[in-house]
């Protein structure tokens, strides 16, 4: 199993460490509840290293990522984010990103750890006559994110003044610890935060100043635990669960993250626009459950007591006080309508809600 | 946390152990803390009857669901009420007050053979 470079400082802070796509990740250090009321009052800091830097330069950089997703990147400012996903023939999703113009002819892109050589393939399959240069630099650097209201204090406290912090979906490079550092202000937690690239050599070094300065803000480690019950609350997808080659963007609800009317051609446009057009054989819900019992990725769902669908993640929401989940249904339902959730030979109720579980404070583009 | 005294622990992390001619059994320590935060503890009802080996209840932590096993073939005669309303009391500790069920058994003596004392599991788990 791979490890991070801050892995001998999970061990320190007492890590309990599992499998993630191939990684040994820190799944929770105090407790998760523990770790996620954290974030949301306070911060949290996580390793997310496994995550995959590639680079795209070259001429035809645009042309070339205009083809590859349904979003529209010539809108993309220098040092601008944009979610996006990579689309197959059948518009499924190969996987969600981030990318970021860092200048004309030069992009980053996000993309998930268990995913990073499905994406590079697939980049490089489809480079074609394309004058371009992809660069998977996922080995070299290292992904700190720094989440929570409290975050923009303790990037302060670690020497970036908040006047030369990058704004909500802004990437910029910044000198600290001797060395020009990617920071960008996104997240994966619906807090404001940032998420820090670095090179492995310096990683640790960067962990422990970070954990230092923010001290006084009640700064705490947070593992892959509360990361997935802070991403459920704000209705974020999770590459394997909510996303997969046979979703399309339209199913799982991320409409908003497509441009609808792109001229230019991308991979999967048929089915995208056919979908926009005429409606998707599956939909994304959010649901809350009626009691105690949590709704787990791969249960079935039921409507009227027929099988109508299943689970993509369920758990407990510390933060809203019930079991909330996301799942699949071929049935058009509404808010307040009730599901069902075939729960270990048992069917337990649920009630369609809004996928805006909390109030995010990540906006503000 | 005190560890009962003829504490008799499985393989998959069930104890057992008798009191008053009943047999009162739940998790160790070890599974809990494997588990993490505990949220939702699910018990079957009085009355119902169970062999060795067999699921008997479920317990979910924030991360993952678990299955309960019967470390002894045995009746239900009672089921702790008070942590299926608190579930997270098993984090603070899951011996005690916090045994799961209590079963009558006529059996315990063929069926604890390849049970372990609670050293012998310490042992065996670290």
Request: glycine letters at 8%; hydrophobic letters at 35%.
């Amino acid at each position: 199993m791979a490890k991070t470079s801050l892995y001998n400082a999970h061990i320190k802070a007492g890590a309990k460490m599992v499998d993630f796509a191939g990684w040994e990740m820190p799944v929770q250090y105090k407790g998760i509840i523990e770790e996620h009321n954290n974030v949301r009052n306070n911060a949290g800091l996580f390793d997310v290293s496994h995550m995959g830097e590639i680079f795209v330069s070259g001429e035809d950089s645009l042309k070339y990522l205009q083809m590859l997703v349904p979003q529209n990147i010539e809108k993309l400012i220098d040092k601008k984010a944009i979610y996006c996903q990579f689309t197959n023939q059948n518009g499924g999703i190969i996987d969600d990103l981030f990318i970021y113009k860092l200048e004309d002819n030069h992009y980053l892109l996000i993309v998930n750890a268990s995913r990073i050589n499905d994406d590079y393939n697939w980049m490089i399959k489809n480079i074609n006559n394309f004058n371009v240069n992809v660069e998977n630099k996922s080995d070299i650097y290292s992904m700190l994110a720094l989440q929570g209201p409290k975050a923009a204090d303790i990037l302060e406290a670690a020497g970036i003044k908040k006047e030369y912090q990058p704004h909500t979906m802004y990437i910029k490079e910044i000198k600290l610890l001797n060395d020009n550092i990617l920071i960008s202000r996104t997240g994966y937690t619906g807090e404001d935060g940032f998420e820090i690239i670095v090179k492995n050599e310096k990683a640790e070094e960067l962990w422990n100043l970070l954990l230092e300065k923010g001290k006084p803000f009640n700064i705490m480690p947070v593992g892959l635990g509360a990361r997935d019950t802070l991403r459920l609350e704000a209705a974020m997808s999770l590459y394997g669960n909510e996303l997969d080659e046979n979703t399309t963007p339209v199913e799982a609800g991320l409409v908003w993250s497509l441009d609808k009317n792109k001229t230019e051609n991308y991979i999967g446009k048929d089915v995208i626009f056919n979908q926009l057009q005429n409606g998707a054989p599956k939909k994304l819900i959010g649901f809350k459950m009626q009691d105690r019992a949590i709704a787990r990725h791969g249960y079935d769902i039921y409507i009227n007591n027929e099988k109508s669908g299943y689970v993509t993640s369920g758990c407990v929401a510390p933060s809203i006080g019930c079991n909330i989940g996301l799942g699949y249904i071929d049935k058009k339902l509404n808010i307040n309508d009730t599901i069902q959730i075939m729960i270990r030979g048992r069917l337990f109720n649920a009630v369609i809600t809004s996928k805006n579980f909390i109030k995010k404070h990540n906006k503000g583009n | 946390m005190t560890v009962h005294e003829n504490i008799l622990c499985s393989k998959s992390h069930e104890y057992v152990y008798e009191e008053n001619g009943n047999y009162n059994i739940g998790l160790t320590d070890y599974a809990i803390e494997q588990l993490g935060d505990i949220v939702f503890v699910e018990l079957p009802e009085i009355g119902t009857s169970y062999t060795k080996g067999e699921i008997f209840g479920t317990i979910e932590s924030v991360k993952a669901a678990s299955e309960i096993y019967m470390p002894i073939s045995g009746t239900v005669t009672a089921i702790n009420e008070e942590l299926i309303e608190k579930p997270e009391l098993l984090n603070e500790s899951s011996f005690e007050d916090a045994w799961l069920i209590k079963v009558s058994s006529n059996t315990f003596d063929e069926d604890n053979k390849d049970l372990i004392d609670y050293d012998t599991y310490k042992e065996e788990v670290e």
